[in-house]
């Protein structure tokens, strides 16, 4: 099922811009029929980007450079330590159905975090991969923490964009925004849940679940 499409994994930090202009190339030669399907595992360096429901008000202090693009969602933060994987699909192939692509898109990050030892899960009202971290405020409580973001755009029924999973980055760098426009929530990472894991490892997870996640799509099942 997956022989058709190319896994591509970036040996260092690709620039955003460059990333999203051959992004964008290939996502129009997917649609034309000239180019596979591809998923793209890669880091850029720190910038934040703002999607089409980003509020100008939620940039905090933008020490990074600061970025518009067509995806969804508002402000969120791109940096080392963070894995981004930009999902190229073709939904004319696939199933025309937006809302079950980002569910299984959300699936795919949640299975494979939990192949890690780390529970994660969905929000209702708040699109993105959650979890559980200790509330200081109360003794033996616990609070939800954002660990994953999820932003897509989809042009001719081929997916763009993806998601981006906090594996070990400076979480001080999100303080420069609000995250995803959710100023009552906090960001956290693999690493600050005392789960030490490097890009690899992570990668090999997502590709042990890429099946699953294609037939659950496809076919509209939950998971």
């Not at 690709?14 to 190339?25: G, H, N, R």
């Not at 299984?104 to 209702?124: K, Q």
């Not at 600050?192 to 037939?215: H, I």
Request: charged share 20%; proline share 6%.
């Amino acid at each position: 099922m997956t022989d058709d499409i190319e896994w591509r994994i970036a040996p260092g930090p690709v620039p955003y811009e460059d990333a999203i202009a051959e992004m964008e190339v290939r996502a129009a030669a997917i649609a034309a029929g000239t180019a596979r399907e591809m998923i793209w595992l890669l880091e850029h360096p720190p910038i934040y980007t703002g999607g089409t429901s980003a509020d100008p008000a939620e940039l905090r202090d933008p020490h990074f450079p600061v970025v518009q693009t067509g995806r969804g969602g508002r402000y969120t933060y791109h940096g080392p330590g963070q894995r981004i994987g930009y999902v190229l699909l073709d939904l004319n192939r696939r199933g025309r159905d937006v809302r079950r692509f980002v569910h299984a898109l959300e699936g795919w990050v949640i299975e494979t975090l939990g192949d890690l030892g780390i529970v994660a899960f969905r929000a209702p009202g708040r699109v993105g991969i959650w979890t559980n971290i200790p509330d200081l405020a109360i003794p033996g409580g616990v609070a939800e923490a954002k660990i994953g973001a999820i932003g897509v755009r989809v042009r001719r029924w081929v997916t763009l964009h993806g998601f981006s999973v906090n594996l070990s980055p400076n979480l001080a760098h999100f303080g420069g925004i609000v995250p995803c426009g959710l100023a009552d929530y906090a960001v956290t990472s693999a690493e600050m849940l005392g789960c030490t894991t490097d890009f690899a490892t992570f990668d090999a997870a997502l590709a042990s679940r890429f099946g699953a996640f294609l037939q659950t799509h496809s076919s509209g099942q939950e998971n």
